[in-house]
C-alpha cells in the first residue's frame, strides 16, 4: 500500500499484557481489541458521530473505516501471574518449560485471580500467561487521508492521549496492559491527563528503580487490597474513612459478622439475621460490584444480588493504576450515578444472602462519596496533581 495510505508509530509496553493466544509467536496488543477503543475514542474527540465525514465509517455502523496491525519487534518475556503464592514455583516453572518448550517467570500476589488454580496442581493446562515486549510498532491504514491527518495532527497527539486513556487486556485497571508512545516522557503524560475531563483525579508513588516483575504488580496489589478490604492485618482505609464521615456509615462486613454470631450462638434458629439500621450500607461496592463474598476466616461465602428492574452486573472501575517506568499512577474517575440510584431516581437495594443458610438483608450504596478525597486522605500517593481551577 502507498505510504501516503498509512501511518505508523512506535510503543513501549510497560507492564505485562494477560493474553489468551500467549502461545503463538508475537502476541501483543491485540488489534481486535485496540480499534474499537479507538474508534470510541477518535468519535468522542471530534464531538460525536455528526460531527464526522460519513464517508469514514464503515456503512451504517460506528466502526472508523481503517485497519491497524501490530507488531511486536523483539524477544517477547512471558510471566505465569497469580494472586496467591506458593512454594512450589521452581516445580511449576518446569512444568511450563515442558508444556511451552520455553521459561516462563513467575509473578506472585498480583490482582489477577484466574489461574491460581495451578499453583498447588502437578498438571497446568489452560492459563492466560502474561507477555510483555519492549518495542511494538502500531501500523494505521485507511484511503481516508483526512483521518489519517487527523491522528498524525500536532505529532500524534489524539493517539498519545488515547494510549494515556487506556489499559489494555485482562484485569487492565490493576496495572496490567499499559502501553504508551515510545518517546513520551513522565512529565508529558502527566500533562496529557490533566487534559482528559473524565480524569478526576491523578496521584503517583516513585519507586526509583525497582523491577515491575518483581516490585510494582504486587504493590499495586497490596495497596488496592488496603484500601477496599484490608491487607495484612491492618483494616480497610475505606471502612475507617466512611466510619469518619459526619453521618457515620457502617459497612457491610459488620453485619455479616453480626449474623454469624448469631447463627453460632443459636444453630437451631437457623434464620438469625440482625435487622440493619440506615446507617449500614453497601460500602466496597463504591470501588467495584462483586457476586460474592468470601470470608475465609468466618467460613462463610455471601451471595449479592441487585433486586432492581434495572439491574447492573458490574461496571468500569473508578480507579485505574497505570506502571510507567518505575512509578505507579492512580488515576481517579467519576463514580457514576447508575450505581446506587435506579432510573426511576430510587435508591438500588442489594440482597445479601448467605450460602448454606437462611436469612438474607438488603443493603444500598452509599451516595454521597468524594472518591478523590479518598485517595488523597487514605492511598498514601501524595497529593492530587489535578486540582480544579478553584482550589
Not at 499484557?17 to 485496540?34: V, Y
Request: with cysteine; charged share 30%; aromatic share 12%.
Amino acid at each position: 500500500m502507498n505510504s501516503n495510505f498509512k501511518l505508523s508509530f512506535k510503543l513501549k509496553q510497560h507492564s505485562p499484557l494477560i493474553h489468551f493466544q500467549h502461545e503463538q509467536t508475537g502476541a501483543t496488543l491485540r488489534a481486535t481489541e485496540l480499534k474499537p477503543k479507538l474508534d470510541r475514542f477518535i468519535l468522542e474527540e471530534m464531538g460525536g458521530k455528526e460531527k464526522i465525514p460519513k464517508a469514514w465509517f464503515i456503512r451504517d455502523t460506528e466502526a472508523l473505516n481503517y485497519k491497524v496491525r501490530v507488531e511486536a519487534e523483539n524477544a517477547e518475556e512471558q510471566f505465569f501471574i497469580c494472586s496467591g503464592t506458593t512454594k512450589k514455583i521452581e516445580r511449576n516453572k518446569e512444568i511450563l518449560k515442558n508444556k511451552l518448550g520455553k521459561q516462563v517467570e513467575y509473578l506472585q500476589e498480583t490482582q489477577y485471580f484466574a489461574d491460581n488454580q495451578f499453583l498447588t496442581k502437578e498438571k497446568i493446562t489452560e492459563t492466560k500467561l502474561g507477555v510483555m515486549h519492549s518495542s511494538i510498532s502500531v501500523h494505521i491504514f485507511s484511503f481516508h487521508l483526512d483521518l489519517l491527518e487527523v491522528l498524525k495532527k500536532d505529532n500524534q497527539l489524539l493517539l498519545k492521549k488515547f494510549f494515556a486513556s487506556e489499559n489494555f487486556g485482562t484485569r487492565q485497571s490493576k496495572g496490567f496492559g499499559c502501553f504508551q508512545a515510545a518517546e513520551i516522557k513522565e512529565q508529558e503524560l502527566i500533562e496529557l491527563w490533566k487534559t482528559i475531563p473524565q480524569i478526576k483525579g491523578i496521584f503517583f508513588r516513585k519507586f526509583g528503580n525497582k523491577d515491575l516483575k518483581d516490585n510494582l504488580l504486587q504493590t499495586i496489589a497490596k495497596d488496592y487490597s488496603l484500601l477496599k478490604r484490608g491487607y495484612n492485618g491492618e483494616e480497610s482505609k475505606l471502612y475507617e474513612y466512611m466510619l469518619c464521615k459526619p453521618k457515620k456509615i457502617i459497612w457491610e462486613k459488620t453485619i455479616i459478622q453480626k449474623y454469624l454470631k448469631l447463627a453460632t450462638q443459636n444453630p437451631k434458629k437457623t434464620d438469625a439475621c440482625p435487622e440493619p439500621n440506615e446507617n449500614y450500607k453497601y460500602v466496597r461496592a463504591l470501588l467495584g460490584l462483586a457476586e460474592h463474598f468470601e470470608f475465609k476466616e468466618l467460613k462463610l461465602i455471601v451471595k449479592i444480588k441487585d433486586t432492581s428492574d434495572d439491574k447492573i452486573d458490574r461496571f468500569r472501575s473508578p480507579l485505574r493504576y497505570v506502571i510507567f517506568g518505575s512509578s505507579i499512577f492512580l488515576l481517579v474517575y467519576d463514580i457514576p450515578a447508575i450505581l446506587h440510584t435506579k432510573k426511576d431516581g430510587t435508591a438500588r437495594k442489594f440482597k445479601f444472602s448467605f450460602e448454606g443458610r437462611e436469612g438474607a438483608f438488603c443493603l444500598e450504596i452509599p451516595r454521597d462519596f468524594n472518591l478523590v478525597d479518598f485517595i488523597e486522605k487514605k492511598a498514601n500517593y501524595g497529593k492530587n496533581l489535578k486540582q480544579n481551577k478553584s482550589q
